[in-house]
């Protein structure tokens, strides 16, 4: 499924130290063999929490998150039960609006939102929605206004901006609330968290004629560049770069192709470049003799198989919970105005489009 939310993901600088905080929740609608709602939440890209409308429970995916205490998690899962129910209204409004009330297909409402802490202070948040994979309404956080994608999102857009209280509380939680949370989060979590883990760098060719592959893997944390340089110059024509992807050891890979003619294969000009987030080390590797594979190092070898990514799930579902009361704002909520017409009530969790 295609996510326009993958722009977020971007690197901020070679060797800056960013952590994030994400939380992603779906609704689906459809005969499809999959739960209704669902809800994970991911710092520095892995999965802390989870939540689904068939169990009905919020549940810690990791050890650090469990020193959390049966008020936190109550408190999730009520948040997320109210939203299962925002999520299924929404999703009606918008099938209405495309002319699908009649459809018998599967359709997906998805919001995403979150926030970054660069190392040296610096902030972003983002809130965006989208529709059966595609962008439908995003937050623009110097205007705190809404964004519409389509011309059948601007319904939605008209109704949000129309007081801008929307727009103004979710404001506060990416500024405030997000990042204290997503601050006590890696502490929790600092040894794993904030561990580094050095590359293994193999490049590998399937004949003369094939674009050369440098292939990053196990490394820590995600945040990583990987690119080639000819004559200490980066090169950018002929380059294609791969999608950062999970190991199933909670390390990532990365790979980055080149295009180059055969007679440079052994001329020593080219070399992989790898630069780790929070290491000032750039780990190097040469391009010669590349029938033999190349390795840089501490590397495993030549690169035998894609490896699994383990976050699947990720790319349907997305989320945060928010919550009217203030309290739980404490609680890593953020408040939200959530009905559709503009009231309040206690039973709303997200904004209905």
Same mark, same amino acid.
């Given at each position: =499924? +295609? ?45 802390? =929490? ?30 997320? $039960? ?29 919001? =995403? %939102?979150? %926030? ?35 011309? +059948? /999102? ?23 609330? %997000? $990042?204290?949370?997503?601050? +006590? ?10 561990? +580094?883990?050095?590359?293994?760098? *193999?490049?590998?060719? #399937?004949?003369? *004629? ?61 070399? %992989? ?41 990720? /790319? $349907? ?6 919550? #009217? #009361? ?28």
């Amino acid at each position: =499924m +295609k996510l326009p939310f993958l722009l977020f993901l971007g690197i901020y600088g070679a060797h800056a130290v960013t952590h994030s905080l994400k939380y992603f929740y779906t609704g689906v609608s459809g005969d499809i063999n999959f739960p209704e709602f669902t809800t994970v939440g991911l710092v520095d890209e892995g999965q802390f =929490m989870y939540f689904d409308s068939n169990t009905k429970t919020a549940v810690p995916k990791t050890e650090w998150m469990k020193r959390e205490g049966a008020e936190y998690w109550d408190s999730q899962t009520q948040g997320l $039960i109210g939203a299962h129910q925002t999520f299924k209204a929404s999703i009606q409004i918008v099938k209405d609006r495309f002319n699908q009330s009649r459809s018998t297909g599967v359709h997906t409402y998805q919001m =995403m %939102c979150g %926030c970054e802490l660069d190392d040296d202070g610096t902030r972003r948040g983002y809130f965006q929605y989208g529709y059966d994979g595609e962008d439908f309404v995003s937050l623009d956080q110097r205007t705190l206004t809404w964004t519409a994608a389509n011309q +059948k /999102a601007v319904i939605t857009k008209l109704k949000w901006d129309a007081t801008g209280a929307e727009a103004n509380i979710l404001n506060i939680y990416l500024e405030n609330t %997000c $990042i204290e949370w997503l601050q +006590k989060y890696v502490n929790y979590g600092k040894d794993t968290l904030e561990r +580094k883990v050095h590359p293994s760098v *193999s490049l590998l060719q #399937k004949s003369p *004629s094939s674009p050369v592959t440098c292939h990053a893997t196990g490394f820590y944390p995600r945040s990583v560049m990987v690119f080639w340089r000819r004559d200490g110059d980066q090169v950018y024509e002929d380059v294609e770069h791969g999608e950062v992807l999970p190991n199933e050891d909670g390390t990532f890979q990365n790979s980055v192709h080149l295009t180059v003619k055969p007679e440079d294969l052994d001329s020593g000009r080219y070399e %992989c470049v790898v630069q780790l987030s929070g290491v000032q080390e750039d780990f190097v590797t040469r391009l010669e003799n590349t029938k033999r594979g190349a390795e840089g190092s501490g590397s495993s070898g030549l690169i035998i198989g894609a490896v699994v990514a383990v976050l699947l799930l990720v /790319a $349907i579902v997305c989320g945060v919970v928010i919550w #009217k #009361k203030k309290k739980d704002a404490k609680k890593g909520f953020a408040p939200a105005n959530t009905s559709d017409d503009g009231s309040n009530s206690s039973n709303n969790t997200a904004p209905k489009a």
